[in-house]
């Protein structure tokens, strides 16, 4: 029994260990890059030994060595140096600049990681120095606005809400935008929609994306679909966020504690009414504490982090919890085989207002007039009690979702020669989410929608929902170089296996004071699941050809078990060229390369796919209890020929660097086209039949990719980094298989459709139409514009001043779509706003009838963050380095009409469903975050 | 020791290549946890589980259906944006899905009676005639409600357009079979009297009405709703009564708004239980009184006619009324005294009409209710007055079954669904365009108009439907004993 614990004190060992080096002489220098300028937080190691320091900000250390011992200098974009220990007791450096080694190596694709020059596609990358200085706690919020090409709309303020996130254009219409999300090579589950049998508040919906562990991240890929994604198969054709974590660095140990502490206030500039704050918003704290140690030797490394947050949230009744935890090691076990290990948890704790499509929320009542109540024109007696009463509500209201994740990764490399490398992942993910809504009597009082008095109509609602992955994935790296052609050549298979399975249970009828589910007089459950295996082999050749341009070809062999079952495994090519013009020598060594440093021209082509929902192909029937007694019919009608759809994209793009690359400019064409698309489209209704799913649809997005890097100042003391994006994006549905249009959100007379010819979920209904006369004609089925804004972009901005103030601000705009405006629209049913109609229409004819006087441009331009940081170096003593951060989140917003064209969230209900977005009502923009931050590092 | 290792490491991978471990380390199989056909077709007591299944199907189709007839007749106005937004004006888009809904209701019906007559109960070993003549009346059920509410439909997936008339006559066939096959149910004779009296079949309908009567004087049959059974199975379809919602459920929101002279009999769903939504009281005795009563008018015998309303009088005293707390909805309509919500309101002259549902509970039929009186019986005509007394009566009884919409002679349409993905029917077909009948869609927008000064109490419909109904008696869509 006491040997078992024995490993407990392995990491232990090898902290003190590291600590605890005997050091016979102290050796002092300073370390700089080939212009003499001083490098801060280069390694310094003493090799073979895990005795190591960095550099401080003007590049100089100090490390105790033994004579004859080897200190080895690295940084990264310079080429390592190591220098023997003599008598002296000065050693200083100049480190030279590595080319090759400033190329970034991408993770992407399966096998060993491949330097970006090499690729033919594109990767939106962010640093951990990026993430690190973000505010935000949850991944869509970190790639809002840093990722480039991605378009991400937070759809509510409401905590740990679900999100549009899509990049090169909605490519389906039977599943939602959102990326395949890997940690460490393996799936993590990434539902940003309500779960089938999740908590509807009416809108806005929790999303896994929320609890993502965001913990001791060292980047973060943003793979965009097509080629770059052939090789992972099954859903990736929306593209892939890959994270990987911190497994810590050989050297000196690091411990580091920090905290945040913050305001969030609501973002009040939409709303129609100051009193809807008023009743609602009460300004809240945020707080997080963040503890993270890393360090280890040449053999062994490891990296913890630990945090707790807690803020209460902008809205009275809002408060959101996060604990996590993760660790990370790097293990080379042998000279030939090294193992890797990650394992997160985090557990996320929030609770919701109603909002949106149900009578209970407040904030859509107040926003929509409900009641025919104007908040401005009321008196303040009148007011009084109707914001007591919201208040009421907001003591009552009882939504809760409670989520706990495990995420584990294991990583083995085998080296069998130096060109011969081994790789397997096997990992898992597990997270559970229980939700709860307790409707109490009191609170159905409080709403009005049961008589004063009632004191048995309380109901309780939990949602349980487990979704467990595993990801297994095995591949064999071989390179090979003659003189003027280098082969990378890449063999292996891959799975992953989902199970989701979700259990509602549901007491109504019941006294308050009590959530114990069989309290409840009248109970009913109901389950859902969905289990599916996803499994490939893969191949990739990447031929060098004088180590300029690179020949890319491959593909994936693709089997689901969410295909009929006269269906084959699908086949998925991938080719690519990049050529790197500017690497030639003569091209180098020319003075024209000092004004245009990089030329890099890219092509390629890659299919990627996306499944349909598990069990649909199946021929199944109900069995549904109707008044306590089995009932029969009929459900899914089946199609054996169900197979995934599959994207084909065409890209082609060209880099270009000036000034030694100063100013990078990047543009890329793409043209996507889902073949086989699935659709449901509705079934004649002479069948009598649910809607079944089919591959026989077809959509097409095109367009441009541009960004500008620019390093605007570049000296000792002031550095200023300027990047703008800027995409489009022209989605068309091609065909809809014969079907007729369907609506896939919003109204009969007012909804997004998908119909042949138009773009995914564009708004249709009835406009009215002047006419010459100055009559107005009613056009029912008009086009009234697409809800996916077509032009998208984001800036950022960088100065940090002699390395110890930075400054970064950055923001995201869109423009050219369309979106209804449904608070304004029920405003007006009401009776209360008849602003946007035109005088002479008004009280002819029913509202429905001009529905285009409801609709707007979604345009808008948002900073999402400005921050500040002040880096204190090892002026404060103990610490060996203090960092003070301010920032403020979502501070300035420009939008083209009144409301907020991001607060969407009604539209996200389904799950893993196609979500629009074109109605924006009845939910919360995202707050305002005024955050503190400092940081202490040992 | 080797040898123990070795041994031992061999039995070890032995045993994993085995069936038995091959479970472990296979990632491949998944089990979708629903029924298959083998579960359903050939299994002991599967014709009772079909038959609840159709049964369930029937709240379906009454869902669908009394939505959209409630609306498009000058019963109900919707005041929101739930529910269908094109009826009232009698708007018939082949795009709207709510007519989708409401025909695919009517054919999972007719497939879910097929499939029980073909496969369910020949497969079933406890298969009984009564279940065979429940199969059968519920095929006819499906082709009556594809003749009530629609001038021409499919009876096959895919099908041709069946016309109205056609379908009427198949359900007349299946009904005399459910008949032959379990004699005495007053469900199938009365389904067989409405048959015959929207065909105009006079002496048919007598003799089925008076046959149903004959085995109950105060039969009621119903569909009922589960308020707790889980939505969207099969999909898109909810068990609990959507009518109950939008009358009483959803509160506040004061979706469905009746017609100020029906304002005493709504709601006529309100809440039953936690676990079961008010019934449809969809082919109850009034109805047959009414055929009754109706033939006797158009035959001139005023006396007959009026001892079949007299026991109408009778026979609804004794159905339930609910005393019902409504104060939260009070005919808002989001403005405030909008629409009549006091006793003291006068409704064309007509007082006693509508309530005031902030002083404490109403009293609401919860089957049927009138506001025929003994003197009105007494006073009765066979001339237009009479009929238009008659219409008014009918308009009551059965307000929110849907019979309001058949009796003005309106029908649905096919919608594009099918017209697009159906070979056998284009846009320009029977059923696929709309027929009103000029008489009603001259007033299409006016059908639920109202005006009403809150300070007088005083009430008018701006039109009278019952006498526009009757002053076309002739004509061949509506009335049809005239």
């Not at chain 1, 076990?333 to 109603?354: I, P, W």
Request: a negative charge; glycine letters at 8%; hydrophobic letters at 40%.
């Amino acid at each position: 029994m006491k040997n078992k614990k024995l490993w407990l004190w392995g990491p232990l060992l090898v902290l003190f260990m590291s600590f605890s080096y005997a050091q016979e002489k102290t050796i002092s220098g300073n370390v700089t890059d080939q212009d003499g300028v001083p490098l801060p937080g280069v390694s310094v190691l003493v090799v073979d030994t895990t005795n190591g320091t960095q550099t401080d900000f003007d590049g100089n250390y100090t490390i105790g060595v033994n004579e004859g011992q080897v200190l080895r200098f690295s940084y990264i974009g310079q080429k390592t140096t190591e220098r023997t220990v003599g008598n002296e007791s000065t050693i200083n450096v100049q480190l030279e600049e590595d080319a090759q080694a400033l190329e970034e190596v991408i993770v992407t694709g399966q096998g060993s990681g491949i330097q970006r020059r090499k690729l033919s596609t594109t990767v939106d990358v962010l640093t951990e120095e990026k993430i690190d200085r973000l505010p935000a706690n949850q991944i869509d919020q970190m790639l809002q606005a840093t990722a480039p090409s991605a378009q991400i709309r937070l759809s509510s303020g409401q905590p740990g809400t679900a999100s549009i996130i899509r990049t090169r254009g909605a490519i389906s219409a039977a599943s939602s935008s959102t990326p395949v999300i890997i940690v460490d090579g393996i799936r993590v589950d990434n539902l940003n929609s309500n779960a089938r049998l999740g908590i509807a508040t009416g809108g806005a919906n929790v999303s896994a994306l929320a609890d993502i562990p965001v913990e001791s991240i060292e980047r973060i890929e943003y793979i965009k679909g097509g080629a770059a994604t052939t090789l992972y198969g099954a859903d990736a054709a929306n593209g892939i966020i890959q994270i990987i974590t911190k497994k810590g660095k050989a050297g000196k140990g690091t411990v580091f504690f920090e905290s945040k502490l913050g305001v969030i206030k609501a973002t009040d500039d939409y709303l129609k009414y100051k009193r809807t704050g008023e009743a609602i918003f009460q300004p809240g704290i945020s707080q997080e504490y963040r503890v993270g140690l890393s360090g280890g030797s040449e053999k062994f490394t490891y990296n913890f982090g630990g945090s707790l947050y807690k803020d209460d949230g902008f809205n009275d009744l809002n408060e959101q919890v996060r604990r996590t935890f993760t660790f990370g090691y790097s293990a080379q076990v042998t000279d030939k085989f090294k193992y890797q290990g990650s394992f997160s948890y985090v557990s996320f704790d929030s609770n919701l207002d109603y909002n949106a499509n149900t009578s209970f929320s407040r904030f859509s009542a107040f926003e929509g007039a409900a009641g025919g109540v104007n908040l401005d024109e009321l008196t303040e007696e009148e007011w009084i009690p109707l914001r007591d009463n919201a208040r009421e509500i907001g003591e009552l209201v009882d939504i809760t979702s409670r989520t706990s994740r495990f995420t584990g990764s294991n990583k083995f490399v085998y080296d069998f020669t130096d060109n011969f490398q081994a790789n397997a992942v096997v990992g898992i993910d597990y997270r559970t989410t229980v939700q709860e809504e307790l409707q109490s009597n009191a609170l159905l009082v409080a709403l009005g929608s049961r008589p004063q008095g009632t004191t048995d109509k309380a109901s309780l609602t939990r949602a349980l929902r487990a979704n467990f992955i595993v990801t297994g994935d095995l591949n064999f790296t071989h390179k090979a170089n003659t003189e003027n052609f280098g082969f990378t050549t890449i063999l292996g298979g891959q799975f992953f296996r989902t199970a989701d399975r979700q259990n509602q249970l549901s007491g109504s009828g019941g006294v308050d004071g009590t959530r114990k589910i069989d309290f409840f007089p009248t109970q009913s459950a109901a389950d859902f699941v969905l289990e599916n295996a996803n499994y490939g082999l893969y191949f990739l050749e990447n031929i060098g050809i004088y180590n300029v341009a690179f020949l890319e070809f491959g593909g994936r062999l693709d089997k689901s078990t969410v295909s009929g079952e006269g269906t084959s495994p699908l086949l998925l090519p991938k080719v690519g060229i990049t050529y790197n013009v500017s690497d030639h020598d003569f091209y180098q060594n020319s003075n024209f390369s000092n004004f245009l440093s990089t030329i890099r021209l890219r092509a390629n082509y890659g299919e990627a796919t996306n499944f349909a929902e598990p069990f649909e192909q199946d021929k199944t029937f109900e069995l549904a209890s109707f008044l306590d007694r089995p009932a029969f019919s009929f459900a899914n009608p089946g199609n054996p020929l169900l197979v995934s759809e599959t994207v084909k994209t065409t890209e082609y793009g060209l880099e270009l660097g000036f000034f030694r690359n100063r100013l990078n400019l990047s543009g890329t064409r793409y043209k996507g086209n889902t073949v086989d698309a699935l659709f449901t489209p509705v079934a004649k209704p002479s069948e009598g039949a649910q809607n079944q799913i089919q591959n026989i649809g077809e959509v097409q997005n095109e367009g441009w990719e541009f960004e500008m890097r620019a390093a605007v100042l570049q000296s000792e003391k002031h550095q200023m980094n300027l990047n703008v994006s800027y995409n489009t994006n022209e989605n068309l549905v091609v065909s809809t298989g014969g079907g007729a249009p369907f609506v896939v959100g919003g109204f009969n007379v007012l909804g997004s459709v998908v119909a042949e010819g138009q773009s995914l979920g564009y708004l249709r209904g009835t406009a009215a139409v002047l006419q010459d006369d100055g009559s107005y004609e009613f056009v029912t089925n008009s086009f009234l514009g697409d809800t996916f804004a077509p032009n998208f972009g984001s800036v950022s901005l960088d100065y940090s001043w002699n390395n110890k103030i930075s400054i970064f601000v950055t923001g995201d705009y869109q423009f050219g779509g369309k979106i209804t405006d449904l608070s304004l629209l029920l405003r007006h049913l009401r009776g209360v706003d008849d602003s946007t109609v035109p005088e002479e229409l008004l009280g002819t004819t029913s509202p429905f009838n001009y529905t285009n006087f409801f609709v707007f441009d979604n345009d808008y331009f948002k900073i999402r963050n400005i921050g500040l940081s002040y880096d204190f170096g090892d002026a404060l003593k103990p610490f060996s380095n203090v960092k003070l951060g301010l920032s403020v989140t979502n501070p300035f917003n420009f939008t083209a009409g009144n409301f907020d064209p991001e607060a969407t969230g009604s539209g996200i209900a389904a799950q893993g469903g196609f979500a629009s977005g074109g109605f924006a009502y009845g939910t919360e923009s995202s707050p305002r975050i005024y955050m503190s931050s400092l940081k202490f590092q040992f | 020791m080797k040898k123990i290792v070795s041994t031992i490491c061999m039995v070890l991978l032995l045993i994993s290549c085995t069936d038995n471990f091959s479970s472990v380390v296979d990632f491949t199989k998944v089990e979708n946890p629903t029924l298959s056909e083998a579960s359903v077709v050939g299994q002991p007591n599967s014709s009772v589980i079909w038959l609840d299944g159709i049964k369930q199907n029937m709240a379906f189709v009454y869902n669908e259906l009394l939505v959209l007839a409630e609306l498009g007749s000058d019963n109900y106005v919707n005041t929101q944006t739930f529910y269908n937004q094109f009826l009232d004006n009698l708007t018939l888009l082949s795009a709207d899905p709510d007519l989708r809904d409401a025909t695919r209701e009517v054919a999972r019906l007719r497939e879910m009676a097929k499939f029980g007559l073909e496969f369910v109960g020949p497969g079933d070993s406890e298969y009984s005639s009564e279940q065979e003549a429940d199969f059968n009346f519920y095929l006819g059920l499906s082709y009556m409600y594809a003749g009530m509410y629609f001038p021409a439909l499919p009876q096959e997936p895919g099908g041709a357009a069946i016309s109205a008339s056609q379908n009427y006559q198949d359900a007349l066939v299946a009904f005399d079979k459910a008949i032959a096959l379990n004699p005495g149910q007053t469900r199938y004779l009365l389904a067989k009297a409405r048959v015959n009296y929207y065909l105009g079949d006079k002496t048919a309908a007598v003799a089925a009405a008076t046959a149903a009567l004959a085995i109950d004087d105060s039969f009621d049959n119903i569909v009922r709703f589960d308020a707790d059974a889980p939505t969207g199975t099969p999909d898109g379809t909810n068990p609990a009564n959507v009518m109950e919602s939008a009358l009483y459920q959803r509160a506040t929101f004061d979706d469905l708004q009746p017609l100020p002279t029906l304002d005493f009999l709504d709601p006529k769903y309100s809440f039953l239980s936690d676990g079961e939504d008010a019934p449809v009281h969809y082919l109850k005795a009034e109805e047959a009184l009414l055929i009754l009563a109706e033939a006797n008018l158009s035959d001139g015998n005023v006396a007959a006619a009026q001892d079949n309303l007299t026991d109408l009088l009778e026979l609804i005293a004794t159905r339930e009324v609910r005393s019902i707390d409504d104060s939260i909805e009070g005919r808002t309509e989001g403005m405030p005294r909008s629409r009549p919500d006091s006793t003291i309101v006068v409704v064309n002259g007509r007082e006693g009409l509508v309530l005031n549902r902030h002083s404490g509970d109403v009293e609401i039929p919860s089957v049927s209710g009138t506001s025929l009186t003994a003197e009105d019986i007494e006073s009765l005509t066979a001339d237009d007055d009479g009929l238009e007394l008659l219409y008014r009566t009918r308009q009551e009884v059965f307000i929110a079954e849907g019979l309001r919409f058949v009796d003005m002679g309106l029908k649905l349409i096919i919608d594009e669904n099918e017209t697009l993905q159906n070979e056998n029917i284009s846009e320009t077909d029977l059923g696929a365009v709309p027929l009103i009948p000029s008489f009603i869609s001259a007033v299409a927008s006016d059908l639920d108009a109202i005006t009403y000064d809150a300070a007088t109490g005083v009430a008018t419909t701006v039109v009278d439907v019952n006498k526009i109904l009757v002053a076309n008696k002739t004509s061949p869509e509506v009335l049809p004993f005239h």
